[in-house]
T-cell receptor, first 113, second 114 residues
Framework: GAGVSQSPSNKVTEKGKDVELRCDPI?????LYWYRQRLGQGLEFLIY????????KSGLPSDRFSAERTGESVSTLTIQRTQQEDSAVYLC???????????FGQGTRLTVV | AQSVTQLDSHVSVSEGTPVLLRCNYS??????LFWYVQHPNKGLQLLLK??????LVKGINGFEAEFKKSETSFHLTKPSAHMSDAAEYFC????????????FGAGTRLAVHP
């Protein structure tokens, strides 16, 4: 597609439920990133995929968070047993490689009630 | 490990006056450095990037940044602020060694007054 697409754009869920967020990167982009942005704050790195290499999961805040990517296509970020502190905008970005000029999606706004 | 420090959380300028947003970085390898802008309720947009070519980098909307290795700085400047420049600005670093994850600074909110 023309840009990075994320779905859903908004998600309201009850505490304790699992959620799945989707990211469709720009076609041909080998790298994919997930970030979290809490209200009024900067971007917190979560996970990074580069081609077929093992992902860099060093930013995942707990074992409730996981992400998958099949090849150089769609990625899903899963949050299990959601907590109120998980409320944030989750941003996905993709890039061709190096230098990593990242193109960002519009984000998924997650609200845990 | 790579990291970024944005020295000011808020900067306020008058329209038509210069803008300076400060950024210092730490990197184990030759870094790539970026500035991104985030306007209210809009997505992140790349302003400019440094990738070991010219140390003075020009970006969109009249913004520039200078890479100073001796000072580990990558400050963002613009000669004359416009009302439309009001936004959140993020300095970003990426190591060239191996993984290229992008590490964001905490951001600087720029306010422009008439």
């Amino acid at each position: 597609g023309a840009g990075v697409s994320q779905s859903p754009s908004n998600k309201v869920t009850e505490k304790g439920k699992d959620v799945e967020l989707r990211c469709d990167p720009i076609s041909g982009h080998t790298a994919l990133y997930w970030y979290r942005q809490r209200l009024g704050q900067g971007l917190e790195f979560l996970i990074y995929f580069q081609g077929n290499s093992a992902p860099d999961k060093s930013g995942l805040p707990s074992d409730r968070f996981s992400a998958e990517r099949t090849g150089e296509s769609v990625s899903t970020l899963t949050i299990q047993r959601t907590q109120q502190e998980d409320s944030a905008v989750y941003l996905c970005a993709s890039s061709l490689g190096y230098p990593p000029d990242a193109f960002f999606g519009q984000g998924t706004r997650l609200t845990v009630v | 490990a790579q990291s970024v420090t944005q020295l000011d959380s808020h900067v306020s300028v008058s329209e038509g006056t210069p803008v300076l947003l400060r950024c210092n970085y730490s990197s184990s390898y030759s870094p790539s450095l970026f500035w991104y802008v985030q306007h209210p309720n809009k997505g992140l947009q790349l302003l400019l990037k440094y990738t070991s070519a010219a140390t003075l980098v020009k970006g969109i909307n009249g913004f520039e940044a200078e890479f100073k290795k001796s000072e580990t700085s990558f400050h963002l400047t613009k000669p004359s602020a416009h009302m439309s420049d009001a936004a959140e600005y993020f300095c970003v670093v990426s190591d060239s060694g191996g993984y290229n994850k992008l590490i964001f600074g905490a951001g600087t909110r720029l306010a422009v007054h008439p």
